[in-house]
């Protein structure tokens, strides 16, 4: 079985430019989770979706980030302008929802913001 | 505020040299309590769900337990293969809700 895919594994970008992130889910999984994951800390959540609405996106900082999951499938995550303190890995996961809460990582994105 | 805090931060353990690692956490409604392993550059690996107090779960060298406040993870004999980052995360109310993590253990093992 496939896992969660995730594009591209590293981005280097200067202040204020513009970056998105791509994330395939495992197929048949409902559930879609962006973490990022600062160097020395554990993932923090920063928008869920349930198929292709959001479920959870309390935390994420919505003057600059932004993200979509269309068809209920792929989603894409969107930072503009970043700042120096977006250096972090974006990590993607899924799960099939309901008692079969297990997540699912993909592999993650490295993002240095210079 | 739910909270989830790992120690140690980091250890060093001889090959064959058994531990555990804590993970404590303070939540509202506990659904289900999650260990993890991650690999530098690589994404947390799913290892174990522990739902209620007093429930073990075996995988190799690895055995997950709970209680009411707090979850180990015992490594029996380990070796350099399962030097990682070991991440606890705690899922609270129902079973569709994000994860919160702990800050992770750095394991090196050392042969």
């Known amino acids: 079985e496939a896992g969660v895919a995730q594009s591209p594994r590293y981005k280097i970008i200067e202040k204020r430019q513009s970056v998105a992130f791509w994330c395939n889910p495992i197929?048949?999984?409902?559930?879609l989770y962006w973490y990022q994951q600062i160097l020395g800390q554990g993932p923090k959540l920063l928008i869920q979706?349930?198929?292709?609405?959001?479920?959870?996106d309390s935390q994420l900082p919505k003057d600059r980030f932004s993200a979509e999951r269309l068809k209920g499938v792929d989603s894409t995550l969107k930072i503009q302008p970043a700042k120096l303190e977006d250096s972090a890995v974006y990590l993607c996961?899924?799960?099939?929802?309901?008692?079969?809460?297990?997540?699912?990582f993909g592999p993650g994105t490295r993002l240095t913001v210079l | 505020e739910d909270q989830v805090t790992q120690s140690p931060e980091a250890l060093r353990l001889q090959e064959g040299e058994s531990s555990s690692l804590n993970c404590s956490y303070t939540?509202?409604?506990?659904?289900?309590l999650f260990w993890y392993r991650q690999d530098p550059g690589k994404g947390p690996e799913f290892l174990f769900t522990?739902?209620?107090a007093g429930e073990e779960k075996e995988k190799e060298r690895l055995k997950a337990t709970i209680t009411k406040k707090e979850s180990f993870l015992h490594i029996t004999a380990p070796k350099p293969e399962d030097s990682a980052t070991y991440l606890c995360?705690?899922?609270?109310?129902?079973?569709?809700?994000?994860?919160?993590f702990g800050k992770g253990t750095r394991l090196s093992v050392i042969a």
């Open positions: 522990l739902y209620s």
């Open positions: 197929s048949g999984h409902a559930t």
């Open positions: 979706f349930q198929n292709n609405g959001v479920v959870d």
């Open positions: 995360a705690v899922q609270v109310h129902s079973g569709n809700t994000p994860l919160v």
């Open positions: 996961a899924s799960s099939f929802g309901g008692v079969l809460n297990e997540q699912f």
């Open positions: 939540v509202s409604g506990l659904r289900g």
